[in-house]
């Protein structure tokens, strides 16, 4: 193949990448009905109407302005749209509606730095250098990121701001409960450089001995978690640490926050588009503290990181695989992933997904909470392009999550990638099972 025909490949890729990324996030934005675009769903986080020009500004920023040193069109906007919230505090927005531009300027934004984003690549005459090739893969898995806090976010719109858009049948699950003993063995965490794409946190690969545990073989579920909260769980101290108990009582937390107690209906299920009865056999989507007092029930705890990649990533025979059900590529029968559904099914209803061990769901129908908390890995170089991505959050107060969510794309799915979490956020669609030692 020629050098030409190599560099027009490449850039196709990455444009296609893009282009898809787009779709995904704009897809979502058509949901909101237009006069809930300056809603603010979740009060710690803007209003929806930022995210359409920060996912825009962020590549803008990123590559014409940074790495092509392209003269500003609109610096304000920029500037306005560059960096979204993620409050430890407890501050909480205050800004009016009426402190952001109209929707008018906000897509004529939109459209001029898309534009300019995507000249630059189809300008170029050769090979994108592998750090240009690095901020368009950052580009567009930031924006595949947003497509799923978003969900998440519209999730707690009002059903009459936004258009339904249900989704088939679910399948059917299995029996759920048991365990299985996992030995002691290696985990390899993160990713060796030089082979493909990862974010800074995901870097350097290193073995970590493991102990022998046991885990459970399924996320807990909604029926699990019912009895948690029949038994009076929010109400026993001896659970919670100190600040999740604070946290509980300063916000009246009784239950998940995906859940709305029915009365004489019963317990509800608050979904994208709708309520339902409380499906019992999926997962229950709770905070990291939540889980935490859950699995102290058990004489338990949630598993670190290394143990959940023993379990997802590990054999008996000591291999390790790419994926929890081998290193074949992601497709639609191992699991509830890459914006297949807006909402969990049944737990176990992915056998062909299930790991080594014989463990289901390890990657998608929800995150997976881990006792860890977010730190950089030995070797760890923050991306000298976007130094703040993982630096500014190994502060103590944010938890490996690991696996992958309905909404989760599945360029992510590879086993290095990291998410995190504040421990009393209450709005991730996340799981979680528990381990004993």
């Given at each position: 193949?020629?050098?030409?025909?190599?560099?027009?490949?490449?850039?196709?890729?990455?444009?296609?990448?893009?282009?898809?990324?787009?779709?995904?996030?704009?897809?979502?934005?058509?949901?909101?009905?237009?006069?809930?675009?300056?809603?603010?769903?979740?009060?710690?986080?803007?209003?929806?109407?930022?995210?359409?020009?920060?996912?825009?500004?962020?590549?803008?920023n990123l590559i014409g302005r940074s790495h092509f040193k392209l003269e500003p069109f609109a610096d304000t906007l920029d500037r306005l749209f560059a960096f979204g919230i993620d409050p430890v505090d407890g501050g909480l927005p205050d800004d009016p509606p009426s402190a952001w531009p109209s929707l008018t300027e906000v897509y004529a934004y939109r459209d001029r730095a898309r534009a300019a984003v995507d000249g630059c690549l189809m300008g170029l005459d050769r090979d994108?250098?592998?750090?240009?090739?690095?901020?368009?893969?950052?580009?567009?898995?930031?924006?595949?990121?947003?497509?799923?806090?978003?969900?998440?976010?519209?999730?707690?719109?009002?059903?009459?701001?936004?258009?339904?858009?249900?989704?088939?049948?679910?399948?059917?699950?299995?029996s759920t409960g048991g365990s299985v003993v996992i030995p002691a063995g290696t985990a390899t965490l993160g990713r060796t450089r030089g082979q493909g794409f990862g974010w800074d946190n995901e870097f350097d690969a290193h073995a970590v001995a493991v102990p022998a545990f046991t885990i459970d073989l399924h996320a807990v579920t909604n029926?699990?978690?019912?009895?948690?909260?029949?038994?009076?769980?929010?109400?026993?101290?001896?659970?919670?640490d100190d600040a999740a108990w604070a946290w509980k009582?300063?916000?009246?937390?009784?239950?998940?926050?995906?859940?709305?107690?029915?009365g004489a209906a019963g317990w509800q299920y608050v979904g994208m588009f709708s309520e339902r009865a409380l499906p019992l056999d999926a997962p229950a989507y709770v905070s990291q503290a939540e889980a935490s007092a859950f699995a102290r029930t058990r004489g338990a705890t949630l598993p670190t990181e290394a143990e959940f990649h023993r379990a997802a990533f590990g054999t008996p025979d000591g291999a390790e695989r790419e994926y929890p059900?081998?290193?074949?590529?992601?497709?639609?029968?191992?699991?509830?992933?890459?914006?297949?559904?807006?909402?969990?099914?049944?737990?176990?209803?992915?056998?062909?997904?299930?790991?080594?061990?014989?463990?289901a769901d390890l990657t998608g129908n929800g995150w997976e909470w881990t006792s860890t908390r977010f730190a950089p890995f030995a070797g760890f170089a923050a991306f000298p392009f976007y130094p703040g991505y993982s630096a500014n959050f190994f502060d103590g107060h944010h938890f490996v999550m690991k696996g992958a969510s309905a909404r989760t794309a599945a360029c992510m799915l590879r086993r290095s990638f990291r998410n995190w979490f504040q421990p009393h956020y209450p709005y991730v669609y996340a799981k979680f099972r528990c381990v004993t030692r």
């Open positions: 193949m020629s050098v030409m025909g190599s560099t027009s490949d490449h850039r196709q890729t990455l444009l296609d990448g893009l282009a898809g990324a787009r779709r995904h996030t704009d897809d979502l934005f058509e949901i909101v009905r237009t006069e809930a675009l300056y809603d603010r769903p979740i009060p710690e986080r803007h209003r929806i109407v930022f995210y359409i020009g920060h996912l825009e500004a962020f590549d803008w994108p250098d592998p750090e240009l090739a690095d901020r368009f893969h950052v580009a567009i898995e930031h924006r595949l990121m947003h497509a799923e806090t978003l969900a998440y976010m519209l999730h707690q719109l009002p059903y009459d701001r936004k258009r339904a858009n249900p989704e088939a049948a679910s399948p059917a699950g299995r029926r699990d978690f019912l009895a948690f909260v029949d038994g009076g769980g929010y109400e026993r101290r001896a659970l919670w009582e300063q916000h009246g937390v009784r239950h998940p926050a995906f859940w709305r107690n029915g059900w081998g290193d074949s590529a992601p497709d639609p029968t191992r699991g509830n992933f890459d914006f297949a559904r807006w909402e969990p099914v049944a737990a176990g209803a992915y056998p062909a997904g299930d790991s080594g061990f014989g463990v």
